[in-house]
């Protein structure tokens, strides 16, 4: 059994800072690609970031320069740092993590359950 559990949401105003947190816990033997997705209301889940095993990043466009993702690989735990946080960015964030079950060696992708951002003054 995997567990990810989020923490870091809230509200802010425009301009402001976040740092959201995903850890993962339970039968895991390798982590390959951690990532944050959002879904906005009345829109699609979209990627917003991901780091692969060895630090590659990767970041949708609208948030070059104003996010950035990072990883705590003892803790098994994946961050992501927002800044200049615009009304846009308003959603819930998952994260994501592609990974090597310890129980069964299978690979298998997890999510966790969301947490809301809302950027409104």
């Known amino acids: 059994q995997v567990q990810l559990v989020e923490s870091g949401g809230g509200l802010v105003q425009p301009g402001g800072s976040l740092n959201l947190s995903c850890a993962a816990s339970?039968?895991?033997?390798?982590?390959?690609?951690m990532g944050w997705y959002r879904q906005a209301p009345g829109k699609q889940r979209e990627l917003v970031a991901t780091?692969?095993?060895?630090?590659?990043?990767n970041y949708r466009d609208s948030v070059k320069g104003r996010f950035t993702i990072s990883k705590d690989n003892a803790k098994n735990t994946v961050f992501l740092q927002m800044n200049s946080l615009k009304p846009e960015d308003t959603a819930v964030y998952s994260c994501?993590?592609?990974?090597?079950?310890?129980?069964?060696?299978?690979?298998?992708?997890?999510w966790g359950k969301g947490t809301l951002v809302t950027v409104s003054s």
């Open positions: 780091i692969t095993s060895i630090g590659n990043t």
């Open positions: 994501h993590v592609e990974l090597m079950r310890y129980s069964d060696f299978e690979v298998a992708d997890y």
């Open positions: 339970g039968s895991i033997y390798t982590i390959y690609d």
